[in-house]
């Protein structure tokens, strides 16, 4: 089953809104998470990472983090047309290294 | 930036056939993965390894065998292909280390026929 499971699936906003996306975990064994940013027809790319409790800030994007809930969060302010995209959120195992994605949240930016 | 290079980029094949996928890293990285991407799924982990020699089973792994020939190169080897395994795969690589961020290669569109 789906170790990693994000919400919403799908989000449209408006040019200049804010997007907040969510992850959570489902298996008790992880301890880093990622968020990674997938344009279409291209690679995933990572866009932040989190491994302590509480919020990280670069530019536009912030990312939360709730170890004991296993719960992530990114929060895009002032989108842009250019953050469409899929956004994925990853997990590590702490104790095999393995690296385990949601299904992501496909994200629409209107002009 | 860490260069992955997968290749081929795109493979056909047919029901039955062998099909190998190469991947080559060029940044000492000890880790490297292969995941499979398919529409409405995120990516899913079907081998990985964390040097020359090593093989970790992942999440998907019936119907794939893997191989770490050298630190650089990760192949991943789908013998008797179906079209189950039609899909987007991607070989990926990592520093050891708690925040080991992955890099991506370009991908590989396999269609089996």
């Known amino acids: 089953q789906q170790k990693v499971q994000q919400s919403p699936e799908s989000l449209i906003v408006p040019e200049g809104g804010m997007a907040s996306l969510n992850c959570t975990s489902s298996d008790r064994n992880v301890d880093y998470f990622w968020w990674y940013r997938q344009h279409s027809g291209k690679s995933p790319k990572m866009l932040m990472s989190i491994f302590s409790n509480g919020e990280k800030e670069e530019g536009r994007f912030t990312v939360h983090l709730n170890k004991a809930s296993l719960h992530t969060s990114l929060h895009i302010r002032d989108s842009q047309p250019s953050d469409s995209a899929l956004y994925l959120c990853a997990a590590r195992g702490n104790s095999n290294n393995r690296i385990f994605f949601g299904d992501g949240t496909q994200l629409v930016v209107k002009p | ?113």
Not at chain 2, 5 to 24: A, E, F, H, I, M
Not at chain 2, 25 to 36: A, G, I, L, V
Not at chain 2, 86 to 94: E, G, I, K
């Open chain 2, 1 to 113: 930036e860490a260069a992955v290079t997968q290749s081929p980029r795109n493979k056909v094949t047919v029901t039955g056939g062998n099909v190998t996928l190469s991947c080559r890293q060029t940044n000492s990285h000890n880790y490297m993965y292969w995941y499979r991407q398919d529409t409405g799924h995120g990516l899913r982990l079907i081998h990985y390894s964390y040097g020359a020699g090593n093989l970790q089973i992942g999440d998907v792994p019936d119907g794939y065998k893997a191989t770490r020939t050298t630190q650089e190169d990760f192949f991943l080897l789908l013998e008797l292909a179906s079209p189950s395994q039609t899909s987007l795969y991607f070989c990926a690589s990592s520093r050891t280390g708690s925040q080991n961020t992955l890099y991506f290669g370009a991908g590989t569109r396999l269609s089996v026929l």
